[in-house]
T-cell receptor, first 115, second 109 residues
């Protein structure tokens, strides 16, 4: 089956620093990638939709200048949390789909802890 | 967004079938019904999807009501590895997934 990886799996950083999370589709070309975050005991919330070669579309309430998304190739999307603060601590999950297929394939998630 | 309603939790015994209901009375004609599941501290996993007809795959079966206002995910023989949160989601033409609270399935050995 289709595999999506994320790196790193967990990261701890100091408040005010920036953190980059990578999402890769390992065995298929991802025409669209999605970024979610999940706070403890809550469900996933969609943050943004990213199509290869174009600007990401952000959901209402998600600051595009704080959560920078780059989808430079058909197999890689990155999410950069800029000037991270403790309230940004969360489980960040990406997913990917390819043209012609209905399902999304999810990465294993990245746990971000901001001290 | 078209919404779905699921029970908060469901328990099952190992080796027995599990029927997970989902109501989606505001479904539109082009919405697909998707099911995903999530184990603790992992990303969600695709289970199955359908539009109008019932669907079967190696993981589960999806039974869709004739009026499409409800559906049921069927796990034929639950195992301990099936313990997870199951999400029923309506997927529109933009391919976005809106996750609700889901149903937490517990499997008793």
């Amino acid at each position: 089956g289709a595999v999506v990886s994320q790196h790193p799996s967990r990261v701890i950083c100091k408040s005010g620093t920036s953190v980059k999370i990578e999402c890769r589709s390992l065995d298929f070309q991802a025409t669209t990638m999605f970024w979610y975050r999940q706070f403890p005991k809550q469900s996933l919330m969609l943050m943004a939709t990213s199509n290869e070669g174009s600007k990401a579309t952000y959901e209402q309430g998600v600051e595009k200048d704080k959560f920078l998304i780059n989808h430079a190739s058909l197999t890689l999307s990155t999410l950069t949390v800029t000037s991270a603060h403790p309230e940004d601590s969360s489980f960040y999950i990406c997913s990917a789909r390819t043209s012609g297929h209905n399902e999304q394939f999810f990465g294993p998630g990245t746990r971000l802890t901001v001290l | 967004d078209a919404k779905t309603t699921q029970p908060n939790s469901m328990e099952s015994n190992e080796e027995e079938p599990v029927h997970l209901p989902c109501n989606h009375s505001t479904i539109s004609g082009t919405d697909y019904i998707h099911w995903y599941r999530q184990l603790p501290s992992q990303g969600p996993e695709y289970v199955i999807h359908g539009l109008t007809s019932n669907v079967n795959n190696r993981m589960a079966s999806l039974a869709i009501a004739e009026d499409r206002k409800s559906s049921t995910l069927i796990l034929h023989r639950a195992t301990l590895r099936d313990a997870a949160v199951y999400y029923c989601i309506l997927r529109g033409n933009d391919y976005k997934l809106s996750f609700g609270a889901g149903t937490t399935v517990t499997v008793r050995a």
